[in-house]
């Protein structure tokens, strides 16, 4: 096929040299878009590069093109658009033409593509193709990349002792490309087979190693400390499970650790991370967090049980007048007005005018306004406007209390009603 090519170029010279270096173009372009996340652009331009490539039916030249399209394919997560690539580019593979390398790489995302759909042992087998010209490439890198990814298919299939056996090829041959950041890669594998082997030891000494080469905040260390997690959870450590799963940004495990091991309040907090309200309702309460429990269930629009929760808040804690205006707040929505004025003013007695206070003396001026009873609602709304003047919508309220009372002849707050004997002019 490549002599083709070469003919092409005694023959048309320039143009096709042109044409080369366009195909070039596209390939870097396209390049540049997918390390950016731009996907569509850098497929279409990897399409122009294969569309200019493939004329010269070299295998060295379209290979890399079918490629990077199935790697734009697997990063848009379009698995079967990627192998579809792939199986246009087989009768490159057996091209004599054809380098080592190009063919492995091909190979390798072969056996990337069909994992992904679950084509286990089609995987394999394309493995093992692989396998045979690596045998005559000596490429440390590329050995290492077909033994993880190999690993990987072998750990959903849970064929733990073959998966332990290519994380433990992957490894050495990553050493040996001197790559820290794939050796790490394949110790976590390595780790996970051992875990699931029951071989705790070695297991630790693998997913340690991955998390110091990994570094901080690298890439895979969120997935190293759930695994270590999970370990410490077998050992029957439930403090460094709780630690480690929380550490690696599973919320929901971190919660269900800490509440194993007693950290109720702890387990509280990361439950609540995970979105699960009635788990962290339950650790609150396992905490002795009356108040806590409380408004969250009042998040959540359980009143009933948030009403019942805040009345257990005693009367000793720092959180009880917080509780209590809650429960003021509450009674106020639900038209409760009478319970509502009881919680309230017991929180504004117990408080003078300030930041903290503020909404309590407001939320009593509308409970009386809600309740008929104007002229102590517009005392308490002229304190908080004196306060702030522009608290919610306390300037509103004030004028539409003064215009009712207007209308109906009461005189207005800290105004005395003219005399009836006063001139027209002055009334």
């Known amino acids: 096929m490549a002599t083709g090519f070469i003919n092409r170029i005694w023959q048309e010279g320039g143009d096709v040299l042109a044409q080369a270096r366009e195909a070039q173009q596209h390939r870097d372009y396209g390049g540049y878009l997918l390390a950016r996340g731009l996907l569509v652009a850098a497929a279409e331009q990897f399409e122009l590069w294969l569309t200019l490539a493939a004329p010269s039916d070299d295998p060295n030249l ?3 093109a079918y490629n990077a399209l199935c790697t734009v394919s697997h990063a848009r997560l379009d698995h079967e658009g990627a192998l579809s690539w792939l199986e246009q580019a087989l009768p490159y593979l057996v091209d004599r033409q054809a380098e080592p390398v190009n063919v492995i790489k091909t190979r390798i995302n072969r056996l990337i593509s069909l994992a992904k759909l679950n084509r286990d042992d089609q995987a394999i087998a394309e493995a093992i193709q692989a396998q045979d010209v690596l045998g005559s490439q000596g490429s440390p890198y590329l050995s290492g990349l077909l033994e993880l990814n190999l ?20 490894l050495e041959q990553f050493r040996t490309a001197g790559d820290h950041q794939a050796m790490a890669d394949a110790l976590v594998n390595l780790g996970l087979a051992h875990l699931e082997l029951g071989a705790l ?12 080469l990994y570094g901080d905040g690298g890439g895979g260390t969120a997935y190293v400390h759930t695994e270590l997690g999970r370990l410490a959870q077998v050992e029957g450590d439930l403090d460094q499970a709780a630690e480690m799963f929380g550490s690696g940004g599973d919320p929901a495990k971190a919660g269900a650790a800490f509440e194993r091991a007693h950290r109720f309040a702890e387990a509280a907090r990361f439950y609540r991370q995970a979105g699960e309200a009635a788990k962290a309702v339950a650790a609150h309460k396992a905490a002795g ?14 009143l009933e049980a948030a009403v019942f929760t805040l009345q257990q808040v005693p009367a000793a804690s720092e959180r009880f007048l917080e509780a209590t205006a809650a429960l003021g707040e509450i009674f106020l929505e639900t038209e409760m007005y009478g319970l509502a004025k009881e919680k309230l003013q017991e929180v504004v007695a117990a408080t003078p005018l300030s930041t903290a206070s503020l909404d309590a003396y407001y939320l009593l001026a509308l409970a009386h306004e809600k309740s008929g009873e104007p002229r102590l609602a ?9 306060y702030r003047l522009n608290y919610r919508d306390v300037q509103a309220r004030i004028a539409a209390l003064k215009e009712r009372r207007a209308a109906a002849g009461a005189p207005t707050q800290g105004v005395p009603r003219p005399a009836t004997s006063q001139p027209e002019r002055y009334k």
């Not at 030891?201 to 997913?207: Q, V």
């Not at 967090?289 to 359980?302: I, P, R, T, V």
Request: aromatic fraction near 6%.
């Open 62 to 64: 379209i290979l890399p």
């Open 151 to 170: 690993c990987s298919v072998y750990a959903k299939r849970q064929e733990w002792v073959q998966a332990r056996r290519s994380g433990q090829l992957a």
């Open 201 to 212: 030891r070695l297991a630790r000494r693998d997913l340690t190693r991955a998390l110091k």
């Open 289 to 302: 967090e009356s108040f806590e429990a409380g408004m969250l269930l009042k998040e959540q629009g359980d």
């Open 378 to 386: 517009l005392t308490l709304y002229e304190k908080v406007m004196a």
